[in-house]
């Protein structure tokens, strides 16, 4: 059975300041690890996927893996009031063939606060 | 990323009916997936529909009560049969991106209320 856990939050985190959000994982066998970003009633919405252990930077976001410890995070850097969402961590196998369906995590509501 | 689009984008529908949902993708992918999102709830994988295969049901779901199609490489759809209140749900489809980078994009989703 995979397993994806995340704690639900609410974690406050003052405008301007770091949010880091984190996820650990069951399945020894998971290769592509994902985070999104779910506003109330919409669809979510992909910020980054991680591959490789150590760390992947976008703009205001940075991933880290931890394979051995299976465990990834999403850190948050300048947080702004629009970052306030539910974020996602999913996590798939890779058979070869194409993208694999994702296992989710019950999400982590983050505020920022203004 | 694919541009995906679901219709209906929600329905009320009674206790025993059955409801088809559309999922449109605007370039052709390989890979498509169904997902449900409970009430307050995160993602589910229903199924996993490959062109020109069965689609794959995950633990839990079954082809009787969800079947699909896969037509083509840019349409799927998903149907809801002999519908309960348990099944009040939004329905997400997915795509694999197109750059070959194992991500997925979601459609908007139909939110399914059964009475």
């Known amino acids: 059975q995979k397993e994806v856990e995340q704690n639900s939050g609410p974690l406050s985190v003052p405008e301007g300041a770091i949010a880091s959000l984190n996820c ?21 919405e992909l910020i980054m996927f991680i591959y490789s252990n150590g760390d992947k930077e976008d703009g205001r976001f940075t991933a880290q ?9 999403l850190l948050i ?20 063939g194409g993208a694999d369906g994702l296992t989710f995590g019950k999400g982590t509501h983050l505020i920022i606060q203004p | 990323s694919a541009v995906i689009s679901q219709k209906p984008s929600r329905d009320i529908c009674q206790r025993g009916t059955s ?18 999102q409970q009430p307050g709830q995160s993602l589910t994988l229903i199924a996993t529909a490959n062109q020109g295969s069965e689609a794959t049901y995950e633990s839990g779901f079954v082809i009787d009560k ?8 840019t349409f799927s759809t998903l149907t809801v049969s002999n519908m309960s209140p348990e099944d009040s749900s939004i329905y997400l489809c997915s795509a694999e991106s197109t750059s070959g980078s194992l991500t997925q994009y979601f459609g908007p989703g139909t939110r399914l209320t059964v009475l």
């Open chain 1, 24 to 44: 650990t994982y069951s399945d020894r066998g998971s290769q592509s690890f994902f985070w999104y970003r779910q506003y109330s009633g919409k669809s979510p």
């Open chain 1, 65 to 73: 893996l931890n394979k051995a410890s299976q465990y990834v995070s």
């Open chain 2, 66 to 73: 969800f079947p699909i199609s896969r037509p083509n490489l």
């Open chain 1, 77 to 96: 850097r300048d947080s702004q009031p629009s970052d306030s969402a539910t974020y996602l961590c999913a996590v798939s196998m890779y058979s070869g």
């Open chain 2, 19 to 36: 409801l088809t949902i559309q999922c449109q993708v605007d370039s052709q992918v390989t890979m498509m997936f169904w997902y449900r």
